[in-house]
């Protein structure tokens, strides 16, 4: 026990130490904690500066993001004429072409041990689709923009997740994680809260309030852009000689594999959360309010997803993946049978904590079993895999939602959940 405290307080220091925030990984003068006094660090000081910028572009570009989400679906439905089996095609598509990317977008990181100018990439083609959803005169036009934002957030999304274990130590990989999703959770908050506020001054006039997204998207560009610093590796020894081939692919460990099939069978129970602004607006919520959905589901995961995060580094993976399931469970169940508005909302409360509980952890499991010379390829190949997983999810959902109705779709998300808890039981053998 007092060896675990010890490495604890030694992170504490290193996540402080100037070499190690701002050029890498020369971080070997560390000076071991002689007194008490040294120990009262608090958590937000001990953790990398980076983790906090990654945090704070996220949470800009999530909120401009979350304003369109938020209303895409009541756009396409009401102002488009679209169905709800062309919401499951366009956001199972979407999704499915960024997991695509991340691949791609981590294994170069790899090989050009280069992870900034990737993420600067992503989150600016994501900014530059904004204009487009409030100017589509059809749901082509949002199928495009869709297309083109999640490509920005396939290439950004392995050379972060990357990066995030790049600056941060092992012992204290989960509380990174679990804080870069609480901010990026806070921004998927405010966004649509901001879109009912906008809704309301501007009378559910939803082009105009689209537009607004354009703002924070650019400060997101901007945040990263001025401040993001990744460490040097060009210090490390050369190991990626070409991005992925076959050699580097099977330097992946028995434990990364299963890691990815569980990443696969959680994609699969959790379809997209446009079915959660749908249903509220099934139930009879005003076209002004649906955005709350989304608040309610955003509070929870922002709120939770740092101290789940942080138990990660400390308590056993099974049993908190296996909480996050049975949340999931419970939201699918409260949906399916939701009658009115406030049963929507705890539904996507349960839904949030899921969300909390499984998204960090996940990606601590492939930081942690992935070599850190292609970690960028192990993320990509993770994401890859789970969005293609969301992508039949998706397609599955917008297919019984217009063949048998929104209740049979949620208890479908019910059981795949179910078979996931089984597949945890099984796959997290190696990690006890």
């Known amino acids: 026990m007092k060896q675990n405290c010890r490495r604890f307080l030694e992170w504490l220091t290193l996540a402080n130490n100037k070499e190690y925030l701002g050029h890498g990984p020369q971080c070997h003068n560390i000076t071991p904690l002689k007194n008490a006094q040294q120990t009262s660090v608090v958590w937000w000081k001990a953790m990398p500066k980076g983790i906090w910028v990654l945090g704070f572009g996220s949470l800009f570009m999530d909120l401009s993001s979350e304003m369109v989400h938020s209303l895409l679906p009541v756009f396409l439905v009401t102002s488009l004429g679209a169905s709800m089996m062309t919401v499951g095609v366009i956001e199972g598509v979407a999704e499915a072409t960024a997991a695509i990317t991340k691949v791609f977008?981590?294994?170069?990181s790899d090989y050009f041990r280069r992870r900034k100018f990737l993420l600067i990439l992503g989150y600016g083609l994501a900014a530059l689709?904004?204009?487009?959803?409030?100017m589509a005169s059809s749901a082509s036009w949002v199928f495009g923009a869709r297309f083109i934002d999640r490509i920005g957030k396939g290439i950004r999304g392995a050379p972060r997740d990357a990066l995030v274990a790049d600056i941060t130590p092992p012992e204290g990989r989960?509380?990174?994680?679990?804080?870069?999703?609480a901010l990026d959770s806070v921004g998927a908050m405010l966004g649509p809260m901001l879109a009912v506020v906008l809704m309301f001054v501007f009378v559910n006039d939803i082009r105009t309030v689209l537009w607004f997204a354009v703002i924070p998207a650019c400060i997101a560009v901007g945040i990263l852009f001025f401040f993001l610093r990744e460490p040097d590796r060009e210090r490390e020894?050369?190991?990626v000689k070409s991005p992925l081939i076959l050699h580097e692919v099977k330097r992946l460990p028995k434990r990364f594999w299963m890691t990815v099939l569980l990443g696969a069978v959680f994609s699969l129970a959790r379809f997209s959360e446009a079915f959660l602004v749908m249903r509220?607006?099934?139930?009879?919520?005003?076209?002004?309010?649906?955005?709350?959905?989304?608040?309610?589901?955003?509070?929870l995961y922002a709120g939770a997803a740092f101290p789940a995060g942080a138990a990660a580094d400390r308590f056993s993976k099974r049993t908190l993946l296996l909480m996050g399931l049975s949340?999931?469970?419970g939201a699918d169940l409260i949906l399916a049978w939701a009658s009115s508005s406030m049963m929507?909302?705890?539904g996507a409360a349960l839904w949030g904590l899921h969300m909390a509980f499984t998204q960090g952890l996940l990606s601590k499991l492939v930081a942690d079993t992935a070599p850190k010379e292609i970690l960028g390829t192990g993320f990509g190949i993770f994401n890859l895999v789970?969005?293609?997983?969301?992508?039949f999810a998706s397609l599955i959902a917008g297919f019984l939602w217009s063949t048998y109705g929104a209740p049979l779709t949620f208890y479908a998300g019910a059981g795949f959940a179910s078979i996931a808890s089984i597949g945890v039981l099984v796959a997290l053998r190696p990690f006890r």
């Open 237 to 239: 020894g050369t190991s």
């Open 327 to 329: 949340f999931l469970i």
């Open 105 to 108: 977008s981590g294994a170069l």
């Open 129 to 134: 689709t904004k204009p487009i959803f409030p």
């Open 280 to 299: 509220a607006m099934g139930v009879g919520l005003a076209i002004g309010y649906v955005p709350v959905v989304m608040i309610v589901m955003n509070l």
């Open 174 to 181: 989960g509380a990174a994680y679990g804080l870069r999703q």
């Open 344 to 346: 929507v909302f705890v």
């Open 386 to 391: 789970s969005g293609v997983s969301l992508l």
